[in-house]
């Protein structure tokens, strides 16, 4: 894989940022869009445009196409049995209210547990504090390790008989840690629980198999992994997927409609009440076909030898601190500068053309457990190089320069 290569089919990062190359280093949030992307996108519009499962004419039948080709690809890049196990959703955000709210509230009573951690981003954490408040359940936080993982130990000790639910991000957007879900699954299932996965920071960058992680839901936003904004998908195991509630009503939904009374379409078209997110979708699967071609097994090798070096040359800073573990770890550095306020680092690193981010990351109660109240962080993705990295290094060098 040659990054160089890769960033050339990137139209935005060809551009100066304060009279200095772009070097965007927040994947994260959110990374760029390839050509290709951009012109399925544009295709559909001037091609294809037309409502989905419901005209018979030519548009809306390649519409209709386009939109469920899309289903079956994330089915495949998911390894999912059935494309009835794949959601459209808004993205990682909505597949997991949508858990907590038409899966989690039928099946919880009061004394049920959900159990999650502290390194969980708010859009895993405060759909479970709702739904542990409507129901009279209990949610309790596996604990961290002093170098921000998780032990199987630990997970032992906090999920039990009365757990119903375990909650829990693949990779953490703050930490870069990998947490070990398939053996989490296995501790989940064997006491009766399920397993949720937040997989906005892993699906971009890891080969994700569902069934042999053995999770029953897993949500992820395609806007991370080279799609556009406002699509994602929840997976789930069709049995419980059956067991679920709609959250949204309306059209696209129902089967049938009667006065008083209403029944739902089959999976997954039960969940997707409204005009879907066409494009998006068609954007989504020209997306996973990008990555299916260059192949995850490699953007990941070339994260984590990029990570290694940014470890490397960033531990030489005086003054600067990483966070999260200093092995195993996602493509990301999150860290601080001595006493400099990461908001004030950004901006300084900013007018060398360089995009980080700093904040807490919606990630408020991990910020506390690392007695920071916010942190920057540095994601890589597939276009980064180790140029990008020396970038970095010598504009903190002069950021501390700088503040003295």
């Known amino acids: 894989m040659d990054p160089i290569a890769l960033k050339a089919e990137f139209p935005i990062l060809h551009q100066e940022i ?8 927040d994947n ?8 290709v992307v951009l012109d399925a996108i544009r295709k559909y519009y001037e091609w294809d445009n037309a409502n989905v499962h419901r005209g018979v004419h030519t548009l809306g039948s390649r519409a209709t196409d386009a939109y ?35 899966y989690a509230r039928s099946v919880l009573r009061e004394g049920d547990e959900i159990v999650i951690t502290p390194m969980e981003h708010h ?51 703050v930490l870069g840690t990998v947490n070990p879900i398939a053996e989490i699954a296995k501790i989940a299932h064997r006491k009766g629980a399920v397993l949720v996965v937040d997989g906005a920071q892993s699906t971009p960058h890891l080969k994700v198999d ?40 309306g059209g696209e939904m129902i089967d049938f409609v009667e006065l008083y009374d209403s029944t739902w379409k089959d999976l997954p078209w039960k969940f997707e009440g409204g005009t879907p997110i066409i494009a998006g979708a068609v954007g989504l699967g020209a997306a996973i076909d990008f990555l ?28 600067l601190k990483i966070y999260g573990p200093r092995e195993e770890r996602a493509g990301l550095v999150t860290f601080n500068l001595g006493d400099v306020h990461p908001h004030d680092v950004a901006t300084v690193l900013d007018t060398y053309g360089i995009a980080v981010r700093a904040g807490h990351h919606c990630c408020q109660p991990l910020m506390r ?36």
């Open 123 to 173: 859009s895993n954490l405060i759909p479970w504090q709702q739904a542990a408040k409507a129901t009279g359940s209990t949610l309790k936080y596996i604990p961290l390790q002093p170098d921000g993982t998780v032990s199987l130990e630990d997970v032992e000790k906090t999920v039990t008989e009365q757990t119903k639910i375990v909650s829990i991000t693949y990779v953490s957007n």
């Open 28 to 35: 994260a949030a959110t990374t760029q869009k390839p050509r």
């Open 292 to 319: 299916e071609q260059i192949g995850l097994q490699q953007i990941d090798a070339h994260e984590k030898k990029l990570t290694r070096y940014a470890m490397e040359r960033l531990s030489a800073i005086d003054d």
């Open 210 to 249: 569902v069934r042999a992680l053995d999770v029953d839901f897993y949500a992820f936003s395609g806007h991370k992994m080279c799609g556009p904004t406002g699509i994602g998908a929840l997976y789930g195991k069709s049995q419980l997927l059956e067991r679920m509630e709609p959250v949204e009503y």
């Open 68 to 102: 469920e080709g899309a289903r079956e690809k994330v089915a495949r890049f998911l390894n999912a049995a059935s494309t009835r196990e794949i959601i459209f959703t808004r993205g990682t955000t909505t597949a997991l209210n949508m858990v907590a709210s038409g």
């Open 369 to 404: 457990w690392l007695e920071v109240s916010a942190t920057a962080r540095a994601s890589f993705y597939l276009y980064n190089t180790e140029q990008d990295v020396d970038r970095l290094v010598d504009a903190l060098v002069k950021t501390k320069e700088f503040f003295g």
């Open 18 to 25: 304060n009279g200095h190359p772009l070097v965007y280093l």
